[in-house]
């Protein structure tokens, strides 16, 4: 099984970037990778997808335009570059493998999960 540490988050403020990052353990080819995030007191929200062969992205509205996800099967890795962020992008940022086809969106779908990283933006 494939295991997942997300690393990256931190403090920024309004307006600034981070790039999260998912390293696994094992091989994520072939896998479908998403992004989720999780603020205090409301439920957890897809963020972004990349397909197993990474032809299609997909986004939440809330973060096109200024995410972007992208992977490296070579080093079993996946990003997600965050730029004009907003406070109300503060969350723990999840990364999940492996979902079943046509459910990216949801988060019940995918096998595989990190323990997540802390994302702060000040106003």
């Known amino acids: 099984q494939v295991q997942l540490v997300e690393s990256g988050g931190g403090l920024v403020q309004a307006g600034g970037s981070l790039r999260l990052s998912c390293a696994a353990s094992?091989?994520?080819?072939?896998?479908?990778m998403g992004w989720f995030r999780q603020a205090p007191g409301k439920e957890r929200e897809f963020v972004a997808h990349?397909?197993?062969?990474?032809?299609?992205?997909y986004y939440a509205d809330s973060v096109k335009g200024r995410f972007t996800i992208s992977r490296d099967d070579a080093k079993n890795t996946v990003y997600l570059q965050m730029n004009s962020l907003k406070p109300e992008d503060t969350a723990v940022y999840y990364c999940a493998a492996d979902p079943r086809r046509g459910s990216y969106f949801n988060g019940h779908a995918y096998d595989y999960w990190g323990q997540g990283t802390q994302v702060t933006v000040s106003s």
């Open positions: 094992g091989r994520i080819g072939g896998y479908g």
């Open positions: 990349i397909m197993w062969n990474g032809v299609n992205r």
